[in-house]
């Protein structure tokens, strides 16, 4: 098997046409905003010593807060404590997002830089059920486009067809990986209740 430099991609891809290129802006737009404020869910890639880890990340309403046209505000809302994203973060500012608008084949992309606070005031904004985030995300955009939307239109994404009967559930996989230690039936059928009590 030949792996591929960059000569080699050249040669195979040719040149971007000019509206991959002119798509890319370095703040919002009102419109790539307008995109932001109607998702309630992107998916988070940050980049650390030990690689990469992609998080998703979704709300009730917009996934972020939009503090201006250069920097958005994503809070850490409960998960499982491993913080592998929040860790990098601190030790490496650089990350993207992905967002994804029910029923739209765009998504749009953002990179940029981030940062972690805990300030009070911006975590007051995202009140939910008397909660607050423990921390949130501050990033800073480098750039923000759209993403051609042949992907979504592949996947079928918004068709409405249900693809996960048969999979394993968490809980089977988890006894699975651990002999039965971790995990099971109970795991699966109580989750529902737990993540209720621990959504914010």
Not at 62 to 79: E, F, K, R, S
Not at 125 to 132: D, H, S, W, Y
Not at 143 to 161: H, T
């Amino acid at each position: 098997m030949k792996w591929l430099g960059e000569d080699d991609l050249a040669a195979i891809y040719g040149t971007p046409q000019p509206a991959a290129m002119r798509k890319v802006a370095d703040r919002l737009t009102a419109d790539y905003a307008g995109f932001l404020r109607a998702s309630r869910f992107c998916v988070l890639t940050t980049v650390g010593p030990e690689g990469t880890d992609g998080s998703p990340r979704g709300d009730d309403g917009p996934v972020v807060q939009i503090i201006d046209d250069a920097h958005l505000a994503m809070p850490d809302w409960q998960g499982n404590e491993r913080i592998d994203s929040l860790r990098n973060i601190a030790r490496d500012p650089r990350v993207s997002l992905m967002f994804l608008v029910r029923g739209s084949n765009t998504v749009i992309r953002v990179n940029g830089s981030a940062r972690l606070t805990d300030d009070t005031d911006l975590r007051q904004g995202f009140a939910r059920q008397g909660k607050l985030p423990r921390t949130v995300i501050v990033v800073q955009i480098s750039e923000v486009y759209f993403q051609c939307a042949r992907a979504v239109l592949r996947a079928g994404l918004w068709s409405g067809a249900d693809d996960s009967q048969g999979l394993a559930k968490p809980g089977q996989i988890l006894s699975g990986m651990t002999d039965g230690e971790v995990g099971g039936a109970d795991y699966d059928a109580t989750w529902p209740a737990r993540a209720a009590k621990s959504m914010w």
